[in-house]
Structure formats: C-alpha cells, structure tokens
C-alpha cells in the first residue's frame, strides 16, 4: 500500500514526482482503485506501474468517469471507458476487460445523493432552511427508497466498455504488461 503521505496501513511512500523507489521488474500485480484521477500526471503513474510489474505484471484499475470533484488534495481527470482504455494501451500495456461502473439509472441515483448533499445556501436564510429540509427529508426517505431501488438494479451496475451506457461513474480496466 502506497501513499503520498505517512498514515496508517501505508508500506511506501512516493516520492513527489509520484514514483515509487521499488526495483524494476518486481511485482505480480499492481492494484490501483480510485488513485488516477488524483494523479497530476497520469501516463507517468502508469509508466510507473509498467516499470515496477513483472513481464506478463497485471495492472488492475479503477476511477472515476462522472463522479463529484473530490480533492485529496487534488483531483484533476474523469474517463469515458474508451479514452482510460486508449491511455492505459498507449502507456505499454494490453488492455484484457474494460468496464463501466455504477450505469444509466444507478449512475442517476449515487449522482443524486451527491447532489442533496449540497443543497445549502447558508448566507440566505429563507433559502438555507427550506434545502437543508430538503436534504434531510431525501436522506431520510427517499435514499433508503432509490438505494432498494437500485439493488435491484443489477444489470445496471458493472457493463463490458463495449455497451451502449452512456452514463457511468466508474471505469475499471485489467491489463497486462506486454
């Protein structure tokens, strides 16, 4: 588990420029779930999993294509699944599946939640109320109420990169290194 900064359950730290000081050539598998989109340079953070894996190494990959700004402190990129596949190919690697995450109506309700979560407008009193209540009244309601909706749902959640969903938080790739 590596990290640009020391907390706990962090192995490696990275460097500033993202790398990771382990040898060339050594690991099996280098898992990377929501990091790219972080990443300031991303066909560099690839290149470096390309340099750590093994020959035949598989990279493992998951961001965001439609999701929330998130800083961590940054956040700098979204995908479609077409273009995460063309820049994880065009950094070395053989792209064996591609997916999109969280589809169509499913994609609706989380972008859904993340929008009542901002509903606030505290420098307006006679706004701030009435959206605060409305927040609450959507947490209490009507989330519990699309989340059963949404599990059953099922198709809607992980679909090949190939299908005709328009609407996507998530993309996830499996590579191998050539």
Request: aromatic share 8%.
């Amino acid at each position: 588990r590596a990290d640009v900064t020391q907390s706990p359950g962090i192995d490696r730290l990275l460097t500033a420029e993202n790398l990771t000081q382990e040898p060339s050539d050594s690991y099996d598998v280098v898992l990377s779930t929501q990091v790219l989109e972080h990443v300031e340079n991303p066909a560099a953070y690839l290149a470096e999993c390309r340099r750590i894996l093994k020959p035949g190494g598989q990279l493992f990959l998951t961001t965001h294509g439609m999701y929330e700004e998130h800083g961590c402190p940054h956040d700098y990129f979204r995908w479609t699944s077409e273009g995460l596949e063309k820049l994880v190919a065009s950094s070395g690697f053989q792209v064996v599946e591609s997916y999109k995450l969280t589809t169509e109506l499913r994609c609706i309700i989380q972008l859904l939640f993340c929008f009542a979560q901002h509903l606030r407008d505290p420098g307006h009193p006679l706004v701030h109320y009435p959206l605060v209540l409305g927040r609450r009244v959507y947490n209490r309601l009507f989330c519990p109420l699309l989340n059963l909706v949404g599990k059953t749902l099922g198709r809607q959640g992980v679909l090949p990169a190939g299908s005709p969903a328009s609407l996507y938080i998530g993309v996830a790739i499996g590579a191998r290194k050539q």
